[in-house]
């Protein structure tokens, strides 16, 4: 079966452009995290979703960051205006949240995205 | 004080050595807890989850400690293969399934 797939895998963007990037959850998977890790950097919670609706923003760095999900699978990240500070890995997660317990996340291979 | 701290390491230890990690949390009201591998400019990957009664997975043991408020994982027997990060995980806070992620202990296993 599929795992958690990310596009694009790399992007190169100019400081001060929009970037979008996107996240296929594994299917029948209800919540999904996004995270980002800097260079030698722990993973930065940034914001997750259960279904549609996201529960906790309270990561997203600057309101130059959104994220949406639609039918409860496909959820893109935006990021406006980027700054160079912004490169960063962008990873996506899954996981099957059972009624009573928390579940383990499967990740995706990240979004390498750098700012020049 | 970080909500998760670990040793960033490098533990550098021969091939079939024993090594233990140690992760501390701050939230008393944490209720999972996992141990996650990261291999160099890769995704994290699930090692394992840490059971209140401690739990074993062959070379691989985890354990909690909610009194002192960590948890810890112990490699026997090292191979070059597990040379990674690994990364302790902690869920935010009670009813939430947000997770918080240590930075990660550094493992290299030397031939």
């Known amino acids: 079966g599929a795992g958690v797939s990310q596009s694009p895998s790399n992007k190169v963007t100019e400081k001060g452009k929009d970037v979008e990037l996107r996240c296929d959850p594994i299917s029948g998977h209800t919540a999904l995290y996004w995270y980002r890790q800097s260079l030698g950097q722990g993973l930065e919670f940034l914001i997750y979703f259960q279904g549609n609706s996201a529960p906790d923003k309270s990561g997203l760095p600057s309101d130059r960051f959104s994220a949406e999900r639609t039918g409860g699978s496909v959820s893109t990240l935006t990021i406006q205006r980027t700054q160079q500070e912004d490169s960063a890995v962008y990873l996506c997660?899954?996981?099957?949240?059972?009624?009573?317990?928390?579940?383990?996340?499967?990740f995706g291979p990240g979004t390498r995205l750098t700012v020049l | 004080r970080k909500e998760v701290e670990q040793d960033p390491g490098p533990f550098n230890v021969p091939e079939g050595a024993t090594v233990a990690f140690n992760c501390t949390y701050s939230?008393?009201?944490?209720?999972?807890f996992f141990w996650y591998r990261q291999d160099c400019r890769k995704e994290p990957k699930l090692l394992m989850s840490v059971y209140s009664s401690g739990n074993e997975d062959g070379r691989f043991t985890a354990q909690l400690n909610r009194a002192s408020q960590y948890i810890s994982l112990l490699i026997r027997d090292s191979k070059l293969s597990d040379s990674a990060t690994y990364l302790c995980v902690v869920n935010g806070a009670s009813g939430t399934y947000k997770y918080i992620f240590g930075t990660g202990t550094r493992l290299k296993v030397l031939a």
């Open positions: 997660a899954s996981s099957l949240l059972p009624s009573t317990l928390p579940s383990t996340q499967y």
């Open positions: 939230n008393s009201a944490s209720q999972s």
